[in-house]
């Protein structure tokens, strides 16, 4: 698991007074970028290759609101990887009181530019399944 | 069903020169927000009542890539409806092609403004209870 | 001058209760793209031919608060126009009382892809510069 | 002066590859709101004291373009205060290779929540005042 800290800013807010849902999987996607970045893959090193990595599905569960000011743990795991994709999951923890605020899941598929699928290169993948061979099953 | 109708903006895209995938949430929201008031149900009148509506779940299947300059139909139905909640599904579909670009469903608690679920009132229950009756099924 | 309508989203407001100063400039962006899909110069063409127009400066006056459910116009006049750069000016009204909530003004430099000035081909400036000396003066 | 540091997020790219231009004032801002932080002003308090913000002008003049997973420093200095607006400057630089992206200014007013100006009370004021005493001029 790579946690991530980042404090909410007065921006994620909404009229409600509390954080925008949509910022979640901004939160998701840090939190995904800084796994990779652990296990040595680099998100401009897969484009350099012709590789992207579009989001196919995600969901988030909702149970608490983050507040303006708040900092957060954004906690991230892979669930399942394959050369043809990659699934996390998240946990969004507020730092001051541990209180869970939301669960997600997201799964990115491998493609070309041209949104073809693609086999992720054994020199990512062998990397990205140490990692996940190293996690403790959460 | 409701449909609503939005362009692509420059800003929507990222670096894999497609939409990013956060943007299906403001789409989403675009429309529950249109159904609702379609059905006589307006949010600020909502929140001028003490009754906020946070979203508990949202999902979202990404099929095809939106691009800039794309205009798109956000296709809105309610699939759900009770007095401490709400459920939509969502397609987006491109309007030049009529390509399937995503599907997604949100469920909304009704909530005060200190976060404890309360019984929406009657006056704009029935409202979104008429308009949820009338809905072809999908 | 190009006017273009748009709806306040949910998602643009802040805890504050009005619309967030950074969304102004995404409406800036969809008034400068119409005007120039008004004068014939698709931003998608422009890519294609390697040409891309990154920002250099941007200014905005802030003088009332656009609301959540607001339609507003974003009205767009060409300042300045030259080969290696162009200058818009906004105007985002309310449309319901014709208040005006903001004045903006931006400059694009034309650039290749690794950022370096270059001049505009007669194709697309010679449509701008049609279109600009179409403009009454605001 | 006050620094804060930030990684450029993948959602803050599009499609030219570089980051957005408008996401250098959710920079700024987050540059603000810690300049205030180690004044001892916390915008939640000014909130609950019945106290606004409002942005009122903002610029930013883009020097070079941030990339996706740059960390960058956000310089804020405030060049302006009196009771009733406050003036911040603002400088991001790429920590990397310190090469200065962009200079900025935003002008804030405090008003109330109709939006009525209002005077910043003495405890917040003394405050700001004692941390621009002790900037050294830029």
Redesign the interface.
């Given at each position: 698991m790579v946690t991530v800290k980042d404090r909410v800013?007065?921006?994620e807010?909404?009229?409600?007074?509390?954080v925008?849902?949509?910022n979640y999987?901004?939160w998701f996607?840090?939190g995904r970028?800084e796994y990779m970045r652990q296990a040595g893959v680099?998100?401009?090193d897969l484009?350099a290759a012709g590789i992207?990595f579009?989001?196919?599905?995600?969901?988030?569960?909702?149970r608490?609101?983050a507040r303006?000011?708040d900092c957060l743990l954004i906690e991230t795991a892979m669930a399942e990887l394959s050369k043809v994709k990659m699934v996390f999951t998240y946990r969004v923890v507020r730092e001051a009181d541990g209180v869970l605020l939301a669960t997600g899941r997201t799964q990115n598929a491998f493609t070309d530019?041209a949104?073809k699928i693609v086999r992720l290169p054994a020199e990512y993948y062998d990397r990205l399944q140490q990692m996940f061979t190293r996690e403790e099953p959460r």
């Open positions: 800013r007065f921006v807010t909404d009229m409600m007074g509390v925008h849902h949509a999987l901004r996607e840090m970028v680099y998100l401009l484009m992207v579009p989001i196919t599905d995600v969901s988030c569960n909702y608490a609101s303006f000011d530019g949104g």
